[in-house]
Antibody, heavy 119, light 108 residues
Framework: QVQLVQSGAEVKKPGASVKVSCKAS????????MHWVRQAPGQGLEWMGI????????SYAQKFQGRVTMTRDTSTSTVYMELSSLRSEDTAVYYC????????????WGQGTMVTVSS | AIRMTQSPSSFSASTGDRVTITCRAS??????LAWYQQKPGKAPKLLIY???TLQSGVPSRFSGSGSGTDFTLTISCLQSEDFATYYC??????????FGQGTKLEIK
């Protein structure tokens, strides 16, 4: 079945970087754009950016420009989201979500990765 | 950036009630709107896309309407499993997207 499986929880110190992975299975990896969305504890959903797994092109939310890098590995059907210069406000659950072919809404989501930033 | 404002932020209802949640966009977004349901500790689940199209497998008691700037999600007869937080999402400004702040539906 179609699924996205993310890497496990992370604890990082302020100023560090974190790299979260999202492994796709059950479909043609290069055919669907992938988005990253995060959710701080008790808060709403925040769009971070998009990657085209086919060519690797990306587009990021202005808020994260300069701090986020999204990459992919087609040999393992995995996309990555790396966030640098972490601060406490980056404590959140990070989700990958597959864009549908008919529109940029998300039917398939990863299970989420909790990233905690604490000294 | 397009802002999405949901109302109410939270409210209480009873099983069997008909409930309506509103989402307003800061500018016109045609019908590029989706609704999600999220339960604690889980990823969001798509309910409605293109403002009014029911996602496959979602019960017919859920419906969506609206276009332009004003949208509604209606649950015709609340079931116990419907108590959750609901989010609207605009995808008009592709590739970027924004979500409403959420509406928490609690049991009265």
């Amino acid at each position: 079945q179609v699924q996205l499986v993310q890497s496990g929880a992370e604890v990082k110190k302020p100023g560090a970087s974190v790299k979260v992975s999202c492994k796709a299975s059950g479909y043609t990896f290069t055919s669907y754009y992938m988005h990253w969305v995060r959710q701080a504890p008790g808060q709403g959903l925040e769009w971070m950016g998009i990657i085209n797994p086919s060519g690797g092109s990306t587009s990021y939310a202005q808020k994260f420009q300069g701090r986020v890098t999204m990459t992919r590995d087609t040999s393992t059907s995995t996309v990555y989201m790396e966030l640098s210069s972490l601060r406490s406000e980056d404590t959140a659950v990070y989700y990958c979500a597959r864009e549908d072919l008919s529109g940029s809404y998300y039917i398939i989501w990863g299970q989420g990765t909790m990233v905690t930033v604490s000294s | 950036a397009i802002r999405m404002t949901q109302s109410p932020s939270s409210f209480s209802a009873s099983t069997g009630d008909r409930v309506t949640i509103t989402c307003r966009a800061s500018q016109g977004i045609s019908s590029y709107l989706a609704w999600y349901q999220q339960k604690p500790g889980k990823a969001p689940k798509l309910l409605i896309y293109a403002a009014s199209t029911l996602q496959s497998g979602v019960p017919s008691r859920f419906s969506g309407s609206g276009s332009g700037t004003d949208f509604t999600l209606t649950i015709s007869c609340l079931q116990s499993e419907d108590f959750a937080t609901y989010y609207c999402q605009q995808y008009y400004s592709y590739p970027s997207s924004t979500f409403g702040q959420g509406t928490k539906l609690e049991i009265k």
